[in-house]
């Protein structure tokens, strides 16, 4: 079974400055890994996802992660955050080989601060 | 494009009562569909997926059951709320092996 572990529960940066959210995965198997963005009483949004190929993969508003699969990690990653990056981000993982399981992380709340 | 929509927006429940959350997928045909819970400030857990019509997976146990009657509307209810049933409803789909896209989710309170 997949399992996910975000170790930030909240991570406060300042505008401007460059941001990494930490996710580990535990899965014997081929994972696909998946980064989730949720605003206040609002669904998730899709930042970005990773099947296969590239491991630094690119998403939506200059977000990226890069798959690391000796250390079991999709860290977040962004050059520069703006205030409007706070949210809640969630990592999740899924097997390759389709059970239709997709499980997330615990989420890390990231508060922009001026 | 797809959309996906999901009602009611809110509800507010009494214990014991029943309920019946929805969600509808236009533009996809064949969608794998989901469904999640998420307590308040917590992470999401997967209830149900349904790969085909007339056809549901559970994946936890929370007293609560689902339905596929049609290809791209996906049902969720209970006949007897209980108060662990309070939190954020959400649906998603996703083409067959991907990223699951989520609906703007159904806030339930019940009381």
């Known amino acids: 079974a997949q399992s996910v572990t975000q170790p930030d529960a909240r991570v406060t940066v300042s505008e401007g400055a460059s941001l990494q959210l930490r996710c580990k995965y535990s899965?014997?198997?081929?994972?696909?890994l998946f980064w989730y963005v949720q605003y206040p009483r609002q669904g998730l949004q899709l930042l970005l996802k990773y099947y296969s190929g590239d491991p630094v993969v690119q998403g939506v508003n200059g977000f990226e992660a890069e798959f690391i699969k000796s250390n079991s990690s999709f860290h977040l990653r962004k050059a520069s955050v703006h205030w409007s990056d706070s949210a809640v981000y969630f990592c999740?993982?899924?097997?390759?080989?389709?059970?239709?399981?997709?499980?997330f992380g615990a989420g890390t709340r990231l508060k922009v601060i001026a | 494009a797809q959309t996906i929509h999901q009602w009611p927006v809110a509800e507010i429940k009494a214990v014991g009562s029943p309920l019946s959350l929805g969600c509808t997928i236009k533009?996809?045909?064949?969608?794998?569909l989901y469904w999640y819970w998420q307590a308040t400030g917590g992470t999401l857990q997967q209830l149900f997926y349904?790969?085909?019509?007339?056809?549901v997976e559970s994946v936890v146990q929370l007293n609560l059951s689902a339905s596929r009657p049609k290809d791209d509307q996906f049902i969720l209810s209970t006949e007897k709320l209980l108060l662990s049933h309070s939190g954020f409803y959400l649906c998603a789909w996703s083409r067959a092996n991907q990223a699951p896209l989520f609906g703007e989710g159904t806030r339930l309170s019940v009381l």
């Open positions: 999740a993982v899924s097997a390759s080989t389709g059970n239709y399981k997709y499980v």
């Open positions: 533009g996809k045909s064949s969608p794998n």
């Open positions: 349904s790969i085909t019509v007339g056809q």
């Open positions: 899965y014997s198997g081929t994972p696909y």
